[in-house]
């Protein structure tokens, strides 16, 4: 099963910022990586007039667009699915990222800035690690917002070696 951890953290935090670094150390070091965004407020990636889009005009449940370079599904749903339901669409992959999951049950990495917010999201019960540029809890392991290497280690270690 591939290692699901999610990137928590208040608003304007940094989250995005981090997981790029994250993202990119990984990618260096040769692993396979994918992410999931949540996005409460509903996105829409079709462009209006283009066929994937008048596709799902049409009725379409569906509906994928392949290219050389990239592939997207677009399907439509009743409610929001769960992250596990997200997550099984996922494969070939050594890692995936999560943003914005907050209360899924997966492992968290907190992402947090002292001049963001005075007291961090979750306990430290709940976190795997921390991003951040100060130490808030002595038995979470916490790493550099700055610089995502040891946190590669970190994870490449004690997640995706023990997969």
Request: with cysteine; glycine share 6%; hydrophobic share 40%.
């Amino acid at each position: 099963m591939i290692p699901v951890i999610s990137l928590v953290g208040k608003s304007d935090c940094g989250k995005t910022t981090y997981l790029e670094k994250l993202i990119s150390e990984m990618k260096r070091r040769g692993y396979k990586v994918a992410t999931v965004k949540h996005d409460v407020h509903g996105f829409d990636i079709d462009k209006p007039g283009k066929d994937t889009w008048r596709h799902a005009q049409a009725g379409a449940d569906i509906v994928c667009i392949s290219s050389p370079q990239k592939m997207a599904m677009i399907k439509k749903v009743d409610q929001e699915l769960l992250l596990e339901e997200v997550v099984d669409y996922i494969n070939g992959v050594d890692i995936i990222f999560t943003e914005g999951y907050k209360r899924e049950g997966k492992r968290r990495i907190e992402v947090f800035r002292k001049e963001a917010s005075i007291t961090p999201l979750c306990t430290a019960e709940e976190l795997l690690a921390m991003a951040t540029d100060v130490k808030i809890y002595d038995h979470v392991p916490s790493f550099s917002i700055d610089d995502a290497s040891d946190m590669a280690d970190y994870l490449i270690a004690n997640v995706i070696k023990q997969k």
